[in-house]
């Protein structure tokens, strides 16, 4: 049986079936509990590689937003 954890320190995130907005917010919120759970003890290393996924989750969430449909009005005969 495993001992309870005295702070996070395993995060599982499962995607489902659901659109990629929903996924990188998924994943914004674990880079955020990790950020919370490491504030005191992170390497500027580690923290160069939290800058890093942020900034690859924020470029992917423009890209997804450029890359909706654009609703158009039916074409008038």
């Known amino acids: 049986m495993d001992a309870p954890l005295a702070r996070p320190s ?6 489902a079936n659901v659109d990629l907005p929903t996924k990188l917010d ?3 919120a674990a880079l955020a509990a990790i ?5 005191d003890d992170m390497s500027v290393q580690s923290w160069a590689a939290l800058h890093r996924a942020q ?14 449909p654009v609703h158009t009005l039916p074409a008038i005969e």
Do not use: C, F, T
């Open 55 to 68: 900034e690859a989750i924020a470029e992917a969430i423009i890209y997804a937003n450029v890359r909706k």
């Open 10 to 15: 395993a995060i599982e995130i499962r995607i």
């Open 26 to 28: 998924a994943l914004g």
């Open 35 to 39: 950020r919370e759970a490491h504030r």
